[in-house]
């Protein structure tokens, strides 16, 4: 097994121990992963068994330590000569958004088949196969932690008479990116994608003339769809081998702060983190759908709208990590710049959120198809900058057609 040298001295005074070898007062020079032995340079010394616990987390199985420099255990609130080991995050190695797109159409094109399988056995009253279910929430996860990009992309491209089989999968691609920038551990994010995922499946029992009604309902009518809620949780009930995680994000998604959520009216203390964060993203997902009868809402507005219902609807804080991880222009959202030129989002750009990488492929000023580029618009180079989100049938685009070409043949 091969581990990365951090210089001369390692080679002649380490050694290398189990993770439960290592002890408070040992100098690490560097760190190896259940990844194929990967050989990590992060260098300082064990202060605190909480440093321990991290590394456990994070899948290091070894270390390389210098014994020579080992001291003995001194008051934690002793300041440090040398910096406490950089502990890396628990993280795969991402690919490239071309690589990773092919296979997250594949991925999102297989999760429709199967939630459509899931609503038809609903409504045929035979019990939901989770473990197919789990298989394909759990690759969901994989691919976001290659490359959320990928899938970010795809929850954004819909069909508007697909509705309630693409809402449900996109919530749980964004209920999967979320809870990876807040750091929540895999099994937890397992679950609560398998949550997303099952969160509507009430809503087949739910007369289409409800359920499909455009304007507003009626009393009768929102009592009526009120009750997809329940009809989700009794559904689960039959069901073997459900997460406590899954139920409270399938019973709690319509729950809100200030009480007046449904069906329980629940209060906020009462209201748990996965109830808060579902709701956040099942709102934030069906403001910005395409319906047949309702065009979807661009990502800034419907991040307005979360804004000004936080926090009696929304936790106000979540809501404010919830936009800080997807961008102020999530990937896959359509923009023109000021140059004319239209393309996709295909990269947030962290440091500078109104400067994302753009794909771009079409220039408005010339009404013709021009050669794809993706630009970084935080280099000078290129002298541009986001001019407005649009839509697609503004300048009579087939966003369909051209993100197939671009990403997946």
Do not use: W
């Amino acid at each position: 097994m091969s581990v990365s040298k951090t210089n001369n001295k390692e080679s002649e005074t380490s050694k290398k121990i189990t993770l439960s070898e290592l002890k408070i007062g040992m100098y690490v020079l560097s760190l190896i992963t259940k990844k194929k032995g990967v050989g990590i340079k992060s260098e300082g010394y064990i202060l605190k068994e909480a440093n321990i616990t991290q590394l456990r987390k994070s899948n290091v199985t070894h270390v390389i330590i210098d014994p020579s420099r080992t001291k003995s255990n001194e008051p934690t609130d002793v300041t440090p000569t040398v910096e406490e080991p950089e502990i890396p995050d628990n993280k795969e190695p991402k690919v490239s958004l071309d690589s990773e797109m092919k296979k997250a159409n594949k991925l999102y094109n297989n999760a429709k088949v199967l939630q459509k399988k899931i609503l038809h056995d609903i409504t045929s009253n035979k019990v939901i196969d989770t473990e197919a279910v789990q298989e394909s929430t759990n690759a969901i996860v994989d691919s976001i932690f290659r490359n959320q990009d990928a899938l970010s992309c795809m929850s954004r491209l819909r069909i508007k008479d697909d509705y309630l089989v693409e809402h449900s999968l996109n919530v749980s691609i964004l209920m999967t990116i979320f809870c990876k920038h807040l750091g929540i551990e895999r099994n937890v994010m397992e679950d609560l994608a398998l949550g997303a995922f099952l969160h509507d499946i009430g809503k087949v029992r739910i007369p289409d003339k409800v359920l499909n009604k455009p304007g507003r309902f009626t009393d009768e009518e929102y009592t009526v769809m009120k009750m997809h809620v329940n009809f989700g949780v009794e559904a689960l009930k039959e069901t073997p081998n459900i997460p406590d995680i899954v139920m409270k994000v399938v019973s709690e998604h319509h729950e809100r702060i200030d009480g007046k959520g449904y069906p329980n009216q629940l209060s906020s203390e009462k209201i748990s983190q996965y109830g808060r964060m579902i709701a956040i993203v099942d709102s934030y997902d069906a403001m910005t759908a395409e319906r047949v009868y309702k065009a979807g809402m661009h990502p800034i507005k419907a991040f307005k709208i979360l804004i000004s219902e936080s926090p009696t609807s929304y936790d106000a804080e979540l809501v404010e990590q919830f936009i800080q991880c997807l961008g102020i222009y999530p990937v896959g959202t359509l923009v023109k710049l000021a140059s004319g030129k239209i393309g996709l989002i295909s990269q947030l750009n962290k440091s500078k959120p109104l400067k994302p990488f753009v794909r771009v492929f079409y220039n408005a000023r010339l009404s013709q198809v021009i050669a794809m580029e993706e630009i970084d618009l935080s280099k000078a180079k290129y002298n541009d900058q986001i001019e407005s989100c649009i839509k697609p049938e503004e300048f009579n685009l087939d966003l369909l057609k051209f993100f197939k070409s671009a990403f997946v043949d």
